[in-house]
């Protein structure tokens, strides 16, 4: 039988079956080698499940994220990578036929309980996509907008520092401080990525999570994205998925490879490149399909 890879739909977020050039002699498998679990772990989920309508995309997997740590997700077009990341500040329910099952938990909060608000959930697990959304306001505003629905600053003054502090963070202050009451939609694409960046420090998230940030970027833009994770992580915990190996290589402590929804191998990142455990991770890594 024709081996299928899982190719997603940008329009409905669902995932098609399409031929793959998968080698025929590597069996998935269900248990992931390497080192799924920490032992300080920020975020653990247990027995993710996810569908889309009748169709599963993503198969009971087990991941811990350590605090402070980066864990790059990689994997060929259509493996689920994109689709687990998120599931950690619940950005899958925004789609109506997504059905996720098993255990999400931040520190000791289970963040899919009946209970849980979703508007502070997503202040402690920010989301930086693919292509940078400024809103169509000033930079200014673009980074006071979550301190000020969050009730984070009761003053101008606070206001202010919060702005200044988080586009130092996303390296972003020398080249606006002179312009913040421009729009953020007159920004290099580059610039406009670190202010978004800028936007989610800016309520003091926990977790950041990043879904191929400089896949739209020129080579300069992405190494002052990269610069600006290996900043980051001493403040916060990082997960990003990336389509580019040489990346994941670069701003990684970890790195977990999906295939066709199945968490197949977690390491530390050199691990991963050099001498991985299991045959499919090294068929991707060495260009074999993908």
């Known amino acids: ?35 799924p ?20 995309a993503i198969f009971d997997v087990n991941l811990d994220i350590a605090k402070n740590e980066v864990i790059a997700m990689i994997g060929p077009s259509g493996c689920g990578k ?9 950005m899958n329910d925004t789609i109506e ?17 009946p209970k849980q608000d979703i508007v502070p959930l997503r202040a402690r697990v920010g989301m930086v996509f693919q292509k940078p959304n400024p809103f169509p306001k000033s930079i200014y505003e673009n980074v006071a907008y979550g301190p000020k629905i969050h009730g984070l600053a009761s003053r101008r003054v606070e206001l202010d520092e919060i702005v200044e502090v988080s586009l130092r963070k996303a390296g972003l202050w020398e080249e606006v401080k002179d312009r913040l009451h421009s729009a953020g939609t007159g920004l290099s694409g580059g610039q406009q990525q670190r202010l978004c960046i800028a936007r989610s420090i800016a309520v ?20 002052k994205i990269e610069e600006l994770i290996a900043e980051l ?23 977990a490879y999906f295939h066709l929804g199945k968490l197949i191998e977690v390491n530390d990142t050199k691990r991963v490149f050099t001498n991985p455990e299991h045959d499919l991770t090294e068929a991707y890594i060495t260009g074999r399909f993908g």
């Not at 024709?2 to 080698?23: C, F, L, T």
């Open 233 to 255: 992580k001493q403040n916060f915990t990082i997960a990003i998925v990336t389509h580019s190996m040489q990346q994941a290589a670069r701003v990684s402590d970890r790195t």
């Open 97 to 113: 036929s997504c059905r996720v099952t098993g255990q999400f938990i931040l520190d000791d909060q289970d963040i899919y309980h």
């Open 37 to 56: 679990f920490a032992d300080n772990p920020k975020m653990a989920m247990r027995n993710v499940n996810v569908h889309y309508g009748d169709k599963q």
């Open 1 to 35: 039988m024709e081996a299928v890879i899982q190719k997603k739909s940008e329009k409905q977020g669902i995932d098609e079956v399409m031929p793959s050039n998968e080698p025929q002699d590597i069996q998935v498998g269900d248990k992931t080698v390497g080192k």
């Open 204 to 223: 003091s998230p926990e977790v950041i999570l990043m879904d191929e940030p400089c896949s739209a970027l020129d080579p300069i833009a992405t190494a």
């Open 82 to 90: 994109s689709t687990f990341l998120r599931c950690l500040n619940r």
